[in-house]
């Protein structure tokens, strides 16, 4: 149990334009999902966190104008990356968590290589 | 703000080798303490869970301990296998919050 998926996997766009990036949880419903990223050799550093039907709350620092997230059912939230740059170019990983037994730690996703040109 | 920091940043060792990672963390006040995995390009395997009540958890070959007061917590690796190069992340959840914060993970290598 506890599977999340991300899609796609791998992309690879050109700069200005949009891209949207997938988060499920697969088997269990998400009340909450959490959006990382991860530059090479680095940690994860959290972008927002997202709660089933209401805005994201954003980390400080990252544009929420940007990087709009949206979680609108208990097993999906989206990453939109507006206006793309080489900068944004980046490992984004996402999270879940849930009630109940779900609730102790978070789930990760496989994660989405972003490449921007 | 917590702060969690992994030392070694990378370490190669021969198989069958017993080896420590180490995660210390600035604030004590922590709800829990988990040890990932990480392999080139994927996402985070969950590997181990300390709540904060407890001092260690076990699962096969990997004990994680946890001494709260001095905000340190070490990753043991019994019998190392090559199967087991990848970066471990150690990551801590605050009481009274959902999130997770990260340390920049140890890069495992385990040479045949």
């Known amino acids: 149990g506890a599977v999340v998926s991300q899609h796609p996997s791998r992309v690879i766009c050109k700069s200005g334009t949009s891209v949207k990036i997938e988060c499920r949880s697969l088997?269990?419903?998400?009340?909450?999902m959490f959006w990382y990223r991860q530059f090479p050799k680095q940690s994860l550093m959290l972008m927002a966190t997202?709660?089933?039907?209401?805005?994201?709350?954003?980390e400080q620092g990252v544009e929420k104008d940007k990087f709009l997230i949206n979680h609108a059912s208990l097993t999906l939230s989206t990453l939109t990356v507006t206006s793309a740059h080489p900068e944004d170019s980046s490992f984004y990983i996402c999270?879940?968590?849930?009630?109940?037994?779900?609730?102790?730690?978070?789930?990760f996703g496989p994660g989405t290589r972003l490449l921007v040109l | 703000k917590q702060e969690v920091t992994q030392i070694p940043a990378a370490l190669s060792v021969p198989e069958g080798e017993n080896l420590v990672l180490n995660c210390s963390f600035t604030?004590?006040?922590?709800?829990?303490l988990q040890w990932f995995r990480q392999d080139p390009g994927k996402g985070l395997t969950s590997l181990l869970l300390?709540?904060?009540?407890?001092r260690e958890q076990t699962s096969g070959r990997l004990n994680a301990s946890l001494d709260k007061s001095s905000g340190r917590s070490t990753l043991y690796i019994a019998a190392s296998q090559p199967g087991d190069s990848a970066t471990y992340l150690c990551?801590?959840?605050?009481?009274?919050?959902?999130?997770?914060?990260f340390g920049k993970g140890t890069k495992l290598t385990v040479n045949p």
């Open positions: 999270s879940a968590s849930g009630g109940g037994a779900f609730q102790e730690t978070q789930y």
């Open positions: 088997d269990f419903q998400a009340t909450t």
């Open positions: 997202s709660n089933e039907g209401s805005k994201a709350t954003y």
């Open positions: 604030d004590s006040a922590i709800y829990n």
């Open positions: 300390i709540q904060s009540s407890q």
């Open positions: 990551a801590v959840r605050q009481g009274g919050s959902e999130k997770l914060v």
